[in-house]
């Protein structure tokens, strides 16, 4: 009995404690009574553009799971390879370029012409000038998914900045390092440091192959020991975006223009889509594709994993919308996801309310600014400005959303007693509440109900 008695004694102080370091780790993570669009804390500046780093250690990013940046990579930049430790979803703002990724264990399907060398005492034998993994064309609107540890780089073939916008998931089980993110570099070096990781000095950082020795490395790749140094680029401080002097020319399918004057799509390889070949991109700014479109509103788009099927893997989706000056989206909240919302251009006015009934956020948000919608918040969005475009990045690869007006809103699904009751009003005004917005997700911000139902 005594034994017994210690035990349990022993294991209530046990929770007691790791409660305790619990709470003092994350104290109040997810207590958000004000929320705000939130700006980059750090710029990353590069040979060839810059990186800018959202604080994912603020409340709201930290409670969402959500890593974010922007790159801004100019005229003949190339992002260097880099893999990190959580799948991310990166949206094109403006330009054009080329990215590529290694999927580990993936052959190489990109082949240059064969050439034909004579070695000594043998015959011709065919080669190849350059074999590789598949690169794409990037353009203004494309999503993209990158897996975590999939190495990918970006190079700019346009006359204008490419940039571009990423939001990564350190929340999800794919990451089993901390809730941190960490980008492992194969090439380049961030001589100001990564400002965002906890308890480690801020240092430069460099590329991984300047931990290993110059020896290690010659070894491993059959190469000269020169050879070898040159890959830990220890003495050069070009950053992770450097210049590309001359032409750039990897391999590469041409474009062709779709039909209907649409934009150049990319001719696909005839191969089987298997987790090697699984197409990672899809372009969400035609509005002919559009899941909800008026003419005289906008359009709104949504990516997840019945379009996109590598997104059943990462966990992720996005949703893209365009809407007009005076027009509305629908009060809503997110059902089964947290979402970052980054605005690519103009203006709009964004309410959002908690579960105690509480506005914590109310103000103008503006082209480069990022807001976090947490899970059930209810929150509506009205353009202030002639266009208000946004990219919204969720959680969840089939995210599901409810509205509170509108003809599929959980108002319009309510019985008239339950209103009429509920909120002590009249029959006549529990049915303008439930029917006067004929609209499912967009609507005008101005003039009153658009169509009184008559009963």
Same mark, same amino acid.
């Given at each position: ?27 109040? /993570? ?172 801020? /240092? ?67 191969? /089987? ?112 400005? /002639? ?69």
């Amino acid at each position: 009995m005594g034994r017994s008695s210690t035990l349990i004694s022993f294991s209530l102080t046990l929770l007691i404690l790791l409660h305790g370091y619990s709470a003092q780790q994350w104290p109040n /993570e997810c207590q958000l009574d004000q929320l705000n669009a939130l700006e980059p804390f750090q710029v990353i500046k590069s040979e060839g553009g810059r990186i800018e780093v959202w604080d994912h250690r603020a409340p709201q990013l930290r409670c969402s799971g959500f890593a974010f940046e922007r790159f801004v990579i100019e005229p003949q930049g190339l992002l260097l390879p880099t893999f990190l430790n959580a799948g991310k979803l990166t949206f094109v703002v403006h330009g054009k370029g080329l990215m590529g990724k290694v999927v580990p264990g993936c052959a190489e399907t990109f082949m240059d012409s064969p050439v034909f060398g004579e070695g000594q005492g043998q015959s011709q034998s065919q080669g190849f000038r350059d074999i590789h993994q598949k690169v794409e064309h990037l353009r203004c609107g494309d999503t993209t998914a990158t897996p975590p540890g999939v190495a990918h780089w970006v190079y700019n073939n346009g006359d204008e900045p490419l940039i571009l916008v990423s939001a990564y998931d350190i929340a999800n089980n794919l990451n089993q390092l901390d809730r941190n993110l960490r980008p492992f570099l194969l090439a380049g070096n961030n001589q100001q440091g990564q400002q965002w990781l906890q308890g480690r000095e801020q /240092e430069p950082q460099n590329n991984i192959f300047s931990g290993f020795a110059p020896e290690v490395l010659a070894q491993a790749f059959k190469i000269k020991l020169e050879t070898a140094q040159q890959l830990q680029n220890q003495q050069n401080n070009r950053g992770n975006i450097i210049k590309v002097k001359g032409p750039f020319g990897v391999i590469r399918p041409p474009l062709r223009r779709g039909q209907g004057g649409q934009q150049p799509q990319e001719v696909g390889n005839g191969l /089987e889509e298997t987790l090697c070949t699984m197409r990672c991109t899809e372009n969400l700014d035609d509005p002919s594709s559009a899941d909800v479109y008026k003419p005289s509103l906008g359009y709104i788009s949504t990516l997840n994993s019945y379009n996109l099927p590598i997104l059943s893997y990462l966990r992720l989706s996005a949703l893209r919308g365009s809407i007009r000056k005076n027009a509305m989206v629908l009060p809503q909240w997110n059902v089964n996801a947290n979402a970052a919302l980054y605005v690519t251009n103009g203006k709009a006015h964004i309410q959002m309310v908690n579960d105690n009934g509480q506005r914590v956020l109310d103000q103008e948000i503006s082209a480069g600014q990022l807001i976090v919608v947490p899970q059930g918040f209810s929150v509506s969005k009205q353009a202030t400005s /002639e266009k208000f475009e946004w990219i919204e990045f969720k959680s969840n690869e089939n995210a599901q959303i409810n509205t509170l007006a509108g003809r599929t809103s959980v108002m319009s699904g309510l019985p008239l007693e339950v209103l009429t009751n509920g909120y002590q009003i009249s029959p006549k005004e529990a049915r303008q509440v439930k029917f006067s917005t004929l609209e499912t997700t967009l609507t005008h911000s101005s003039g009153g109900p658009m169509s009184p139902w008559k009963a």
